[in-house]
């Protein structure tokens, strides 16, 4: 087990290469392949986590070639967690997918099976590596299958596809300039090293500049605020199977490269460093209100919950420019907490889509009634969102909260109360849906039993498992946060 | 003065160029209304960025990265890991690309147009 962290990212990517072929041979084939690798992924991602809670950071070489010259895969606790969150989002969207497969030929589902391991391959890659250019490609990699997967959607996907390859690609290129300015100065691209370079030089001019380009291209990959333009009508019309996927897990991993750089590479020595810091914080704060209040105004819950994505990621950025060690602990468990939540409202919307083929709020009058385990995770996502006790939305924003009062930064936890009422607006407004609104008796589309009918077993056990998810995230917050700080500790201000 | 300029654009002129492309790619994705010269200036962009890579690639007097008998400071050969990266990202930009094409082709097919008023205006009929 010595190649622990290759494997988890070589898994996918040998699925994701078989699935189309095997998907010749029988249709389900190559799904079941990516399924198969995709839990075996994320078993040996547990594994890696115990190592590195046992015997500290993995630091995996590629090749043999001596750091800084070769590639590295470095883990430490906080990436060890959130290869956990990517590889299960992955496995239960997987599940989830298979519902949706159903009129598409031999080689449609094999391709986008295909997609949905690479997409999970790129995040975790993004997670683990170490290097900075191999970060550009692991970005790439999830880009581009996100291209694919959102055009899978049908007609309108096909254009917000198009839009958002526009605006990622300028992300790229961004990313791509900050890199060569950043290499330019310091003549290597291993992160660790690169973070000890900067240390000695006086190059604070150039790397402000870079700086500004990274915050803008990770800004437009994870919908921060000003840059969110593409990330509501690509989750609205994302492919069904994989929105959940989309939504809760790949607007994080941006979020957490911006953290590798602000505080790993850059560090609190850098000159403007407070400067980045209140611009990051600036603009999400505009986030979260801007967020909130165009969500309230929307009828389709995909919209709603899009529009809420980019108040939520306005959280995590928010903890980063707070910068504190429980701060930082809060941001990221609020990234493990808003994958799951966002992902199981997801699921739940994709539940009632499949049965009865709608998404609009107003058709949810009464659906406790046929759906009691859907609309269970729409009430405790909703209430998670809001943040009520003892769901970890709660903890999360409790932590952001503190770590503001630490530093005296009064102004964040005003915002972050302002921002958690307006989310209950429109969270309870779902909530008011679900149980209080008259049916409107909808016509399933699938022929179903007598009593209480659910949807079938691959959709029932993400959603049950996104419920439990909220519920022990939240109740075993402090272990998660212990685990974080081992970490956090180091890095933090 | 003139020696001035001529230092200045000797030494940077290159990277005051490659930021005008930059820009003017940026500037053709805002404005153009049909998608394919949208795409056509997104590859304009990201051949900016490899050009800027390439030109602090380069150095004076220095030759090719192969290793020679009579040549042997690393001083005197160019580092070749800046043309290494951007072959990957000429890859990168390629299937980029591809799928931004592919993706054409479908709204082509679905919309019968790839002007934007076309596309909009065609939105409203999907649900």
Known sequence: MKNLPAYIVLLPLCSALLSLALSKIHKHLGRDVVFGALVGSLVLSVVQLVRVIQNGPIHYIFGGYKIPYGIEFSVDTINAVIVIMVCMLGVLSCMFAFNFDKNGDALQVGGAYTMHALLVLGMVGMTMTGDVFNLYVFLEITSLTAYCLIAMGGSRGIVSAFRYLLVGTVAATFYLLGVGILYSVTGTLNMSDMAACLKQGNNDSAMLMAMMFLISAFGIKMALFPFHGWQPSAYTHAHTGARPLIAGAMGKIPAYAMFRYLYCIYGKDFKYFRYVLLIIGVISVCGMIYGSVRAMAQKDIRKVLAYSSVAQIGYISLGFAIGSPLALAGAFLHMLGHAFMKGGLFFAAGAISWKYGTFDLNDFGRIYKRMPFTAGLLTVGALSMIGIPPTVGFFSKWYLACGAAQTHEYVYIFVLVLSSLLNAVYFFKVIEKVFVQADKNRKPLHPEGKGVTEAPITIMIPVVTCILMILLLGVFNVKVIDILLISLKGVAL | ?127
Do not use: W
């Not at chain 2, 820009?23 to 394919?36: A, D, E, F, K, P």
């Open chain 2, 1 to 127: 003065m003139m020696t001035q300029i001529e230092t200045i654009l000797a030494g940077k002129g290159i990277y005051f160029l490659t930021l005008l492309l930059l820009t003017l790619g940026l500037y053709g994705i805002i404005v153009s209304r049909n998608y394919m010269k949208k795409l056509i200036c997104m590859n304009i962009m990201q051949v900016a960025v490899i050009f800027f890579f390439l030109c602090f690639a380069q150095k004076n007097s220095g030759t090719i990265p192969v290793a020679m008998k009579h040549i042997v400071h690393a001083v005197e050969y160019i580092n070749p890991l800046p043309h290494g990266l951007m072959l990957t990202a000429i890859v990168v930009s390629l299937g980029t690309t591809g799928v931004g094409l592919a993706l054409l082709t479908r709204i082509k097919e679905k919309y019968g147009s790839i002007e934007e008023k076309d596309i909009i205006e065609g939105e409203k009929q999907f649900r």
